[in-house]
C-alpha cells in the first residue's frame, strides 16, 4: 500500500529514507495546516509544528514522527486517546548540543577544566552533558527531580545548581506535573547566580523567565549569557540578545550528523509501524565528508583546544547572523550551514607529535587524534 507523508521541508534526507514508501509532500514546520494533513496518512514534523487536535481532527494521519529529542510539541494525549501512533528521537542530536556547549565555552574562553558546572536537566541531553565532563574530572553538580542519586551520584538541589561557575538548561518544557519546568528559573532564583557565572540554555526558552533573565543582565553585567532558544520563538526579544554573549535561533542540535540520525530513527520506528523491514541506513545515504584535517600549534594546550574547536564549529557566526537579522529567524533554521560533528575531523600538530595531554583532552571531546576517545 502507497502511503502519503507529509514531512516538514527542515527534515534531511526524507526522501531517501521515505520515498519507497510513498508520496511525500514538503511543508514550512510553522506553516502546516489543517489541510494539509487532511487525506495523509503520515506526519513527519520537527519541534516547531503544534501536533494536536486543532491540527489533526478528521484527517487520515495514523503515525506521527518527530524528528526531535523533545515532545512537547506534540498533544500525546489527544494522539493516544486516538490510536494515533507517535514516535520521537530520543538522544539524536543529543552530542551535537554537546558540542554547541563546548564551543560557546571555547567562544567565552572559559575552560571547564577546574571549573564547577550545574546541569538542569540530566535527560538525554543533559546525561550525555555529564557524562562527558564528568569523564574529564569536571566538578559537576546536577539537578533533575525526576531522578536519584543512584543513578545521577552529583545530583543536588537547585540552588546549588545555580552556584556553579557555569549553568547549563537542557530540560524540555513541561507546565503541569509535580515539577513544571516553565519558568523554572525566574526573578526569585535568578540572582543566586554567581559573580561572572556563564549561563547556557540549550533547551526551551521558556524555562527561563526571559523578562525577569534580562532585567537581572541590566543589572549585572558581570554574568555571561548563552541562548540558544528564546521566550517565545521565533520573536525572540532583541534587547535580550543584545545583552548575551553569544545568541543562536535555536540550532545546537542542528549538526547535520544529528538530523540525519533523527530521521532515521523515524524511518525505522515507522518501518516497525508498518511492518516492514528497513532498506535504507545512514550509513549507506550520507558518505564520509571529505577527509578534514585540523591543525593546531600544541605548545599552550587551552589555545590549542580552542583552535580545534573554532574550525570545527564557528559558533561566533551562528552569533554574528542572528544579531544581524533576528527578524529572519526561521529562515536561519531553515538554511542552516552544514555542521559536521566533532568525530569527522583528525587533529594534528604544526609541528610534531600532539602532546599525551591534549590528544587525550581533544579525543574526549570527540576529535579524531589517533587515539581512542570517549565518544559513546
Not at 542542528?254 to 535504507?280: F, N, W
Request: net charge negative; proline share 6%.
Amino acid at each position: 500500500m502507497s502511503l502519503t507523508l507529509v514531512v516538514d521541508e527542515n527534515i534531511p534526507l526524507a526522501e531517501a529514507f521515505f520515498g519507497h514508501l510513498g508520496e511525500l509532500r514538503r511543508v514550512a514546520g510553522r506553516d502546516l495546516r489543517p489541510e494539509h494533513v487532511r487525506d495523509a496518512d503520515v506526519l513527519l514534523v520537527r519541534s516547531v509544528t503544534r501536533v494536536n487536535e486543532a491540527l489533526l481532527a478528521g484527517s487520515a494521519v495514523r503515525f506521527v514522527g518527530t524528528c526531535t529529542i523533545g515532545t512537547d510539541h506534540l498533544d500525546t494525549g489527544y494522539l493516544e486517546r486516538e490510536g494515533i501512533t507517535w514516535t520521537n528521537a530520543p538522544g539524536c542530536n543529543a552530542n551535537s548540543v554537546v558540542e554547541y556547549v563546548y564551543a560557546a565555552l571555547a567562544a567565552l574562553d572559559r575552560d571547564w577544566q577546574g571549573a564547577t558546572l550545574g546541569i538542569i536537566g540530566c535527560g538525554n541531553v543533559g546525561g550525555r552533558l555529564y557524562q562527558r565532563m564528568r569523564a574529564q574530572g569536571v566538578d559537576c553538580r546536577v539537578y533533575d527531580p525526576f531522578l536519584t542519586r543512584d543513578q545521577v551520584p552529583d545530583l543536588t538541589d537547585l540552588e546549588q545548581v545555580l552556584g556553579a561557575d557555569i549553568i547549563c538548561a537542557h530540560t524540555p518544557l513541561t507546565t503541569d506535573g509535580p515539577h513544571p519546568s516553565h519558568h523554572l528559573l525566574n526573578a526569585d532564583n535568578l540572582p543566586a547566580l554567581k559573580l561572572g557565572a556563564v549561563l547556557l540554555n540549550a533547551g526551551r526558552g521558556p524555562v527561563i523567565d526571559n523578562a525577569a533573565l534580562l532585567a537581572l543582565k541590566r543589572r549585572r553585567p558581570d554574568l555571561h549569557l548563552v541562548l540558544d532558544v528564546w521566550e517565545p520563538e521565533p520573536d525572540l526579544s532583541v534587547e535580550l540578545l543584545d545583552e548575551a554573549a553569544l545568541g543562536s535561533p535555536h540550532i545546537a542540535g542542528y549538526s547535520y550528523d544529528g538530523k540525519v540520525r533523527g530521521t532515521e530513527m523515524i524511518y525505522e520506528a515507522l518501518c516497525e509501524h508498518l511492518g516492514r523491514a528497513p532498506q535504507m541506513t545512514a550509513r549507506t545515504l550520507v558518505p564520509p565528508p571529505e577527509a578534514a584535517e585540523i591543525r593546531v600549534a600544541g605548545a599552550d594546550q587551552w589555545q590549542a583546544l580552542k583552535q580545534a574547536i573554532a574550525a570545527a564549529y564557528a559558533i561566533h557566526e551562528d552569533d554574528q547572523r542572528l544579531r544581524a537579522s533576528p527578524e529572519t529567524f526561521d529562515q536561519q533554521r531553515k538554511h542552516y550551514p552544514v555542521r559536521r560533528e566533532f568525530f569527522n575531523y583528525r587533529v594534528t600538530a604544526e609541528s610534531g607529535a600532539l602532546p599525551e595531554a591534549l590528544a587525550e583532552r581533544l579525543a574526549a571531546l570527540g576529535f579524531d587524534t589517533g587515539i581512542a576517545g570517549t565518544e559513546d
